[in-house]
């Protein structure tokens, strides 16, 4: 089982739905959880950061994380075709080296497209 | 500002060639990385770097030989490279303690061909 699985898509959706991803992952110890926006070719983008379990809405998205199912989720509200891009989980546990560093570990990326 | 900034863009090179990636960021971040990615790939950590001293190497060719001058800049200087080593190498800094901020801030990339 990889530690992070996120269904790769292709999600395809009209322009105003409201977008569902998600990912699910293995280590309990995993704390801190990111969603990334990667448009083609281009460097991923915080989106979203949360700590542990709960919501955090930032204007049109929203991340959730269930640690208890080891499940994060993204909403996004009101999609715009500008939304069409590679979102990509990302998460890492606190294990703090002597060198003081840490690694994310990433899902896939699923491909969003949205149409206007 | 969270801008983590990269050059050159694009870069073709040969396999004999001699090149550098550049990267920086003014966040006041202590922990900064090099990733590799290809096409329809999630980042692949290459190398990390805390407080200025390498602390991680993802067993990575010696062909690729990273650098970080000082807390703001990190270089990664290319010797030598193979055709496959052609992808977006991204840069990233960070907070050293998560408790600080546990998010990753990536740059745009230097999309490199080896030809």
């Known amino acids: 089982q990889k530690e992070v699985e996120q269904d790769p898509g292709p999600l395809s959706v009209p322009e105003g739905a409201i977008v569902s991803l998600n990912c699910t992952y293995s280590?309990?110890?995993?704390?801190?959880f990111m969603w990334y926006r990667q448009y083609s070719r281009k460097g991923p983008e915080l989106l979203m950061y949360?700590?542990?379990?709960g919501n955090k809405e930032d204007g049109r998205f929203t991340a959730q994380v269930d640690k208890s199912s080891k499940y994060i989720s993204l909403f996004i509200r009101d999609s715009q075709p500008s939304d069409s891009a590679t979102y990509l989980c990302a998460m890492s546990a606190n294990e703090y080296s002597g060198a003081g560093s840490y690694q994310l570990t990433f899902g896939k990326g699923t491909k969003l497209s949205v149409i206007p | 500002d969270t801008e983590v900034t990269q050059t050159p863009k694009h870069l073709v090179m040969g396999m004999t060639n001699k090149k550098s990636l550049k990267c920086e960021q003014h966040?006041?971040?202590?922990?900064m990385y090099w990733y590799k990615q290809k096409a329809k790939k999630p980042p692949e950590l290459m190398f990390v770097y805390s407080y200025e001293k390498l602390s991680i190497n993802e067993s990575v060719p010696s062909r690729f030989s990273p650098e970080c001058p000082n807390s703001s800049l990190l270089n990664l200087h290319l010797h030598a490279l193979q055709p496959e080593d052609s992808a977006l190498y991204l840069c990233?800094?960070?907070?050293?303690?998560?408790?600080?901020?546990?998010?990753?801030?990536f740059g745009p990339g230097t999309r490199l061909t080896v030809t």
């Open positions: 990233a800094s960070s907070q050293v303690v998560p408790e600080l901020g546990g998010e990753q801030y």
């Open positions: 949360t700590y542990s379990s």
């Open positions: 966040m006041g971040h202590r922990a």
């Open positions: 280590n309990s110890a995993f704390q801190y």
